[in-house]
């Protein structure tokens, strides 16, 4: 052990030492080797002359006397460790100094030695342990040194905690981080608990005892800090405790890092990830938490009763599509603000998407008030928005949920008010609708259609129906509308208007449609062959704008013409006022082309879609079809008849042609005739018919009276 722990064959002795008689000692002494290691001694007598040799060559130890002609006392032990501070010295003293020699070691040096007690074994022995420990010194106070560069580097603060005494240290930059400035920091560890959020404490010394307790194997904790500034930082604090030899814990020491800003990153994360970014609403995700700790509370206790409405905004599509979209989302974001006033404290409004809404309402007495609240909601709603010099208006339909035992969830919830809405919709009674049993019914009864739609498409479950087009004057069948029935296996005939909707939302109405159109071509087809009239019998085919707005749809259907050998002029395609708002500029070439082959263009169901006549202005179309709801208002007293006579007047002064729909009463048609209305459609004639009956029909000359 002695030896291994030098590796130097030679260690060189420096002795200060102005008696010549003690230094021939020392060298005697040392004139023999200590197993290898052999010692190179350079007296001097003076520290003069000690500290040059110091400067200019490197001693493994020094021996110091610290009586000498040019220097006494301890004032020579503090120039020799200033010149060689790296290098051991060992005070040789006299009885006399021993008193000094001591302060020295306290002061730094590695031992003192009592010239008269020293031997060969005990000088050989202190030299080579003072080497020893200076080098064991000079690492520690290196590693310490990096260790105190690398807490600053990573800018954390350090604490220190004496468990037995109770004591604490913080480090400069612990002050710094509290923004302590020069104030004093005490020692307890009070200066720390006593700014700790009073939400965070209990955690933090739970944690703490954890790691005392040895539950785990490092402590750490985020909590917040209160700053001399009185806002609080958040900071990551981590240490371990050191145990004595009984396995107590006496001491616990770690650091502490200033995370505020992640914490503010991960909170913005999270404001972001349950609110919407343009209304700055709560989302989906957020509505449905606030709703299912409303439904915890409600069947804890009934009193805390909620209820949910649910609205979007009518029309909203027709506002983003003619003022642009910048004007629809500023109107999400003035709709949210205006009824954000509104609302108590408690309740919650949140945008679920697009134009939808919810409002969480949160301790309602009944559903006279919440009845109240949707009648406010309406109001508010109906008052104009001015947005962008534009005044735009727009309402809204309301479902409501009202709490229930029989609510598993909060999405149960959300799903009966959007029901409730979407009859509230449909039934356009005030646009207000409170969820009953009843809905869930047909809604399910509705998923079945839906499912049952899908598997009729694969087996060609529809047929078609046709309902003369007359002409008002004679009487003669000028053409036939093909309708679309649904022959459901378990339930029967259904009509249209119970599954043209679903197959347009899935997508479902452009395989129908083309299926409608090759039959309908083919029948007439038929038709024009067996009854051959001049002009030929026409056939009037219903379109989704799904179907036209596809590519190539011009192509497509001159193929299918052609497979049924119908003359493209014979053939009026019907296209709702909707339809072609909607698909307008990307329908238009597509359209161009089929009329340059003399297909007609027929607008069905005038007058009950929007902003008709611009869209007239836009394309040239053969024909007005006037919807039923006006010719049937004709006789009453009221707008329906001047609308008629209006549109007959309208179509004639564009040279169009126009159809009345829906005449069931002699009266209608004396009317329509009146007005000189060329042609009509309507039960008053026929209602739709299969085409044997058509044969038929055909066969006895047409219609009679
Ligand atoms: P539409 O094109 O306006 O068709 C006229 C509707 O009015 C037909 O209902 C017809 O039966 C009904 N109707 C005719 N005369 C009278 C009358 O005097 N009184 C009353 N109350 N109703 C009369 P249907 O067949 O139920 O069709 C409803 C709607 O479904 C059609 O309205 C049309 O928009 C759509 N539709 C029908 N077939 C197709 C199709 O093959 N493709 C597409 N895309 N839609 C279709
Ligand atoms: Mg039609
Ligand atoms: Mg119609």
């Known amino acids: 052990m002695e030896a291994a722990a030098l590796t130097d064959s030679s260690i060189r002795v420096l002795l200060i030492e102005d008696s010549q008689a003690e230094a021939d000692l020392v060298r005697a002494l040392l004139s023999e080797p200590a197993g290898d290691i052999s010692f190179d001694i350079h007296h001097v007598q003076r520290l003069a002359a000690g500290l040059d040799r110091l400067k200019q060559d490197p001693y493994d130890v020094v021996l110091l006397d610290l009586n000498l002609p040019d220097s006494s006392g301890l004032a020579g032990y503090a120039e020799v460790s200033e010149t060689g501070p790296r290098v051991p010295v060992i005070i040789f003293s006299n009885v006399a100094d021993q008193e000094l020699a001591r302060r020295a070691v306290r002061q730094g040096a590695q031992d003192y030695l009592i010239k008269r007690e020293v031997d060969a074994k005990l000088l050989r022995h202190a030299i080579r342990y003072s080497i020893e420990r200076k080098r064991t010194e000079e690492a520690l106070r290196e590693s310490e040194e990096r260790y105190a560069l690398a807490v600053e580097g990573a800018n954390d603060a350090i604490w220190d905690w004496n468990l037995r005494a109770q004591s604490a240290y913080f480090s400069p930059r612990w002050r710094a981080m509290l923004a302590l400035g020069e104030s004093a920091v005490g020692d307890t560890i009070d200066e720390w608990f006593g700014r700790v959020h009073r939400d965070d404490l209990e955690g933090l010394r739970e944690a703490l005892a954890q790691h005392m307790r040895g539950d785990s194997d490092h402590f750490q904790y985020e909590h917040r800090l209160c700053t001399a500034r009185g806002d609080f930082l958040w900071v990551l604090t981590r240490g371990l405790v050191v145990r004595g030899s009984d396995g107590a814990a006496c001491r616990f020491a770690g650091s502490m890092t200033d995370i505020t800003q992640r ?186 259609l839906e499912t049952d739609l899908r598997r009729a498409c694969d087996r060609s479950e529809f047929v078609l129906h046709y309902q003369p087009i007359v002409s008002v004057t004679d009487g003669r069948i000028l053409s036939f509308e093909a309708l679309v029935r649904w022959q459901h296996p378990e339930l029967g005939l259904i009509y249209p208007e119970h599954f043209i909707s679903a197959a347009e939302e899935m997508g479902l109405i452009v395989p129908i449609g083309w299926w409608v159109l090759e039959e309908a071509c083919r029948q007439a087809a038929d038709w024009q062959r067996m009854f051959p009239v001049d002009p030929p019998l026409g056939i009037s085919v219903n379109l989704s704008g799904k179907v036209f707005l596809k590519p190539n749809m011009a192509r497509q259907l001159f193929e299918l013409l052609e497979r049924c050998r119908l003359d493209p002029a014979t053939l009026r395609l019907e296209i709702t006022e909707t339809a072609i708002f909607d698909h307008l500029d990307a329908a238009l070439d597509e359209l161009a082309k089929l009329r340059a082959a003399g297909v007609e263009l027929h607008i069905d169901d005038f007058g009950t879609g929007y902003s008709s006549l611009s869209y007239l202005q836009r394309f040239s179309y053969d024909t007005l079809k006037i919807d039923r709801s006006f010719v049937q208002g004709m006789h009453q007293p009221g707008e329906a008849g001047a609308i008629v006579k209006t549109l007959i007047a309208l179509g004639r002064m564009l040279n169009m042609n126009v159809i009345a729909e829906g005449v069931e009463t002699s009266e209608q048609l004396r009317r329509l005739r009146d007005l000189e209305c060329p042609e009509a459609q309507g039960y008053w004639f026929s209602k739709p018919i299969t085409h044997p009956d058509v044969h038929l029909l055909l066969g006895n000359g047409g219609l009679k009276g």
């Open 263 to 448: 914490k503010q990153a991960e909170y913005q994360l999270l404001h972001d990830a349950m609110h919407d970014a343009l209304t700055g609403l709560p989302n989906r995700s957020l509505c449905l938490d606030r709703l299912d700790i409303a439904l915890r509370q409600y069947r804890r206790d009934e009193q805390h009763r909620f209820a949910v409405l649910y609205f979007d905004l009518n029309r909203f599509k027709y506002i983003n599509d003619s003022l642009g979209h910048s004007v629809g989302d500023a109107l999400l974001v003035a709709v949210a603000r205006r009824l954000e006033k509104f609302l108590r404290p408690g309740d919650t409004l949140g945008r679920l998407g697009g134009d939808e809404f919810a409002i969480l309402l949160n301790n309602v007495e009944g559903l006279g008030s919440v009845t109240h609240i949707s009648e406010r909601v309406h109001e508010l709603l109906a008052r104009e928005f001015c947005i962008d010099s534009h005044e735009v208006f727009t309402s809204a339909s309301i479902g409501v949920a009202m709490a229930s035992h029989k609510y598993q969830n909060a999405e149960e919830v959300l799903r009966d008010a959007d029901l409730a809405m979407y009859k509230a919709k449909h039934d356009g009674k005030g646009g207000f609708e409170v969820f009953d049993g009843d809905m869930h019914e047909s809604a399910l009864a509705q998923l079945k």
